[in-house]
């Protein structure tokens, strides 16, 4: 063999190199940028970086037959593993006392439920099909693994763009939520005090909490189940009091590794050819549109209940009744007490915050369930 | 000086007899996982720091008592 036949084999990871290549593991840089140096959710920008960045490697063959990243995919991303996995962990962490304390926060988890349905609607007048536009209305749901669990199901060749989309947002909610807070409220709205006169709640009415609420909501609506049913799990390990181990290894390595994985293998569906393309791009603007619907809904019921409450509730807190628990819970009492030193919205916040987490999920397993059967 | 929300006092920064301006932080309660620096409505002199570090304390519980 002469060395002119064997200067292509050598170079043929180059020859392959593509400009979508390039520009994608320039984004991927982006990622990695965002994570390391500007500490945005490094925990998923992190993985979702380098896995984009292998996928743009040519013929690496990581992301095909048994590459690492296909197996990964496979193992815990088209069986929904790791976002059920992620929940167990998230239930662990959840705390539904101010919930349960307040139990008519549950309306703004509703109202902040609207993107999901607006942003459907929109991306069906702008061309998508039902299963992706249902696919695309949940990254409204603002909460990772149910955005991966739903499109999953209906829609798994916009997987990536739809991950993306719900994670990169999530993490600009400080810089998405605030302009329209303060657009939406009064200064006499936002300087509202709320009284924080809980309910005792008792330890048995919290171990209760998740039991019920996994067989109500799984007999409503079964398809919503294993997210409400994992994350209960969580929450019941914790508030049980007699697992803490497994409650802290859910809270911790299970839900880092899953973390890990979900996000190289997200990253890795990253590729070129399947993420440089119009929809991709509509599929952003849709998931920016979803946060902003969420908001104004959720800020627009909160101050309806303002007025019917006799000015008693503060609007804001309405702004967290999206999912993103708990980024939006301590973002609203931020923007009180920044308004205010001494006003302490966070009880409630967190109440509407917790309530949003269920709904979304709650939210999904509907559109799953209304959506299977029409398409 | 009442706690605004339950929490754990997590920071004393005032002392028994020291003489404090309102606005100024007195202590930090954690709640949620989140630092709350709870700040004085008036000036004044503390007669008495009613919580310790650490401690656990429920709405309304009184912090700190002025002269």
């Known amino acids: 063999m002469n060395f002119a036949d064997l200067l292509p084999e050598l170079l043929k990871g180059v020859l392959h190199f593509t400009w979508g290549n390039a520009l994608m593991i320039a984004a991927a840089l982006v990622l990695i940028y965002l994570a390391i140096y500007k500490e945005i959710e490094p925990v998923l920008l992190l993985p979702i970086g380098f896995g984009c960045l292998l996928a743009n490697i040519p013929l690496a063959n990581m992301t095909a037959g048994q590459g690492v990243m296909s197996v990964l995919y496979n193992a815990g991303i088209s069986t929904e593993l790791f976002p059920l996995l992620i929940f167990v962990g998230v239930g662990a962490m959840i705390d539904f006392t101010p919930l349960l304390a307040q139990p008519k926060m549950a309306l703004l988890g509703a109202a902040g439920q609207f993107g999901i349905f607006g942003t459907l609607i929109l991306a069906i007048a702008i061309g998508f099909p039902l299963n992706q536009a249902a696919s695309i209305g949940v990254i409204g749901a603002i909460d990772g693994p149910t955005s991966i669990f739903v499109a999953t199901k209906l829609a798994p060749e916009l997987l990536a763009p739809i991950a993306v989309a719900a994670y990169s947002y999530m993490s600009l909610i400080p810089i998405i939520q605030p302009p329209l807070m303060k657009l939406l409220t009064t200064k006499r709205e936002r300087l509202i005090q709320m009284e924080y006169t809980p309910k005792p709640i008792s330890q048995k009415t919290l171990v209760f909490f998740p039991i019920i609420l996994t067989l109500v909501v799984g007999l409503l609506v079964p398809e919503a189940t294993p997210l409400i049913a994992m994350l209960m799990l969580g929450n019941l390990l914790k508030i049980s009091g007699v697992v803490d181990r497994l409650s802290k290894s859910a809270q911790n390595e299970m839900i880092n590794i899953a973390t890990l994985f979900l996000g190289l293998a997200i990253g890795a569906t990253m590729s070129a050819e399947s993420f440089l393309n119009l929809a991709t791009i509509k599929i952003l603007g849709l998931g920016l549109l979803a946060f902003v619907l969420d908001t104004v809904a959720g800020l627009l019921f909160g101050k309806l209940m303002a007025v019917l409450s006799g000015y008693k509730i503060n609007p804001l807190i309405g702004a967290s009744g999206i999912s993103a628990f708990p980024m939006a819970g301590r973002l609203a009492a931020k923007v009180a007490n920044d308004e205010d030193q001494n006003n302490f919205l966070l009880m409630h916040a967190m109440g509407a915050n917790t309530a949003g987490q269920l709904g979304s999920v709650i939210a999904g397993g509907i559109l799953l369930a209304i959506v299977s059967k029409l398409v | ?67």
């Open chain 2, 1 to 67: 000086l009442t706690a605004p929300l339950p929490g754990t006092v997590v920071e004393i920064f005032a002392k028994a007899g020291e003489h404090i301006e309102a606005g100024q932080v007195i202590l930090v309660i954690e709640a949620m996982k989140m630092e709350n620096s709870i700040r004085a409505t008036r000036a004044g002199k503390i007669a008495g720091v009613l919580v310790d570090a650490g401690q656990t304390v429920v709405h309304k519980q009184p912090l700190v008592r002025f002269e």
